[in-house]
C-alpha cells in the first residue's frame, strides 16, 4: 500500500504538476507502509533554520527528512527549491532531474537509507537511480 503523500507547495509553483508526477511515479517503485508522508517546500531562509535546529548545520541545505516511528506518520520532509536550483547548476544537469534526485532521496531517507559513509551514499544513490528509473 502506498503512503498518503500531502504535497504542501505555493499554488503558483509552476513544478507543481512535474512534483506530483514524480512523486506518483516514485510511489509505485517503493514499497512503505501505509501512512502519511508530507512534503513541504520552503524557502532558503527556512531551511537553513531548520538545518541549523536539528542538524547544527549554519547553512541552507536541498532537503531534509525527518522520520518517525509513528504508525500514522512515516516522514515529514521539506525541500527548498532555490537550494535546488543552485545544485542543478553547480552540478551541471537540468534542474528537473535534481529536483527528482532530492525527491527521491526523501523517500529513500523514509525508508531508511542513510548515507553517513561514502559506501552508505553509493547504495542510497543506487537506491534513488532505482526510484527514478522510468518503467519498461
Not at 17 to 28: G, L, M, V, W
Not at 42 to 62: C, F, G, S, W
Not at 81 to 88: D, F, H, P, R, S
Not at 89 to 112: C, D, M, N
Amino acid at each position: 500500500m502506498s503512503p498518503q503523500v500531502s504535497v504542501n507547495l505555493d499554488a503558483g509553483c509552476v513544478e507543481k504538476a512535474f512534483i506530483n508526477k514524480t512523486i506518483r511515479h516514485i510511489s509505485s517503485r517503493i514499497m512503505l507502509p501505509a501512512g502519511a508522508m508530507s512534503i513541504t517546500f520552503v524557502d532558503t531562509e527556512k531551511i537553513h533554520e531548520l538545518n541549523r535546529q536539528y542538524r547544527a548545520k549554519d547553512a541552507p541545505t536541498d532537503v531534509l527528512t525527518f522520520c518517525f516511528e509513528d504508525d500514522a506518520i512515516l516522514s515529514d520532509v521539506y525541500i527548498c527549491l532555490e537550494v535546488v536550483k543552485g545544485n542543478a547548476l553547480e552540478h551541471e544537469v537540468p534542474y528537473k532531474q535534481e529536483l527528482s534526485r532530492v525527491i527521491a532521496h526523501a523517500f529513500a531517507h523514509t525508508i531508511g537509507y542513510e548515507h553517513d559513509t561514502d559506501k552508505h551514499y553509493a547504495i542510497m544513490h543506487d537506491y534513488e537511480d532505482f526510484l527514478l528509473k522510468a518503467s519498461a
